[in-house]
């Protein structure tokens, strides 16, 4: 996965291996398309990582991004995570890590699938709930489509970050 561009600062970037982490361990993402007329979008979502591929879930029905993800599949994703803003000596700064990546995105074809990235969902962020997961998908699977972006290019950036315990 080649960098397009230079890192402004490249002591901050980070290797593919922690990008994939943050990656794995990100709550929320952004999902970025360009719009028919050239106007950028992005819309947070949620998301769960599988074999190094990210997955997210739509409704299946037509609306704004889905009709940018099957006009054009280049696609923008980013996370953000151990954000923490801190005062260093004499001056204001944060602490973050954080991954860009590129890559095309693409519907999910296989209904096995779809119930594999719904189950993964609900377990990153309800698995206290995993006894109900079955009976929700049953009554949600004809409306919910499930996306994979394949990406061509992962890069990761930190600064001042934490030492993990």
Do not use: N
């Not at 990153?124 to 006894?131: A, N, R, W």
Request: negative net charge; hydrophobic residues 40%.
């Amino acid at each position: 996965m080649t960098a397009s561009y230079p890192m402004q600062m490249a002591e901050r970037e980070l290797t593919l291996e922690e990008a994939l982490e943050i990656l794995d361990e990100g709550e929320y993402c952004v999902v970025s398309t360009v719009d028919e007329d050239g106007t950028p979008y992005g819309v947070p979502l949620s998301y769960v990582m599988i074999d190094g591929r990210l997955y997210i879930h739509t409704g299946k029905r037509p609306g704004h991004k889905i009709d940018d993800f099957l006009r054009d599949s280049r696609v923008s994703v980013a996370v953000a995570s151990e954000i923490e803003p801190c005062y260093e000596e004499t001056f204001f700064t944060t602490r973050f890590a954080s991954v860009v990546a590129q890559g095309t995105i693409a519907p999910v074809e296989s209904e096995a699938m779809v119930r594999r990235v719904l189950v993964e969902l609900c377990m990153k962020y309800l698995p206290q709930f995993k006894d109900e997961i079955g009976g929700a998908i049953q009554r949600e699977i004809d409306t919910t489509a499930a996306w994979v972006i394949e990406f061509s290019e992962i890069r990761g950036k930190a600064g001042r970050r934490l030492k993990k315990a």
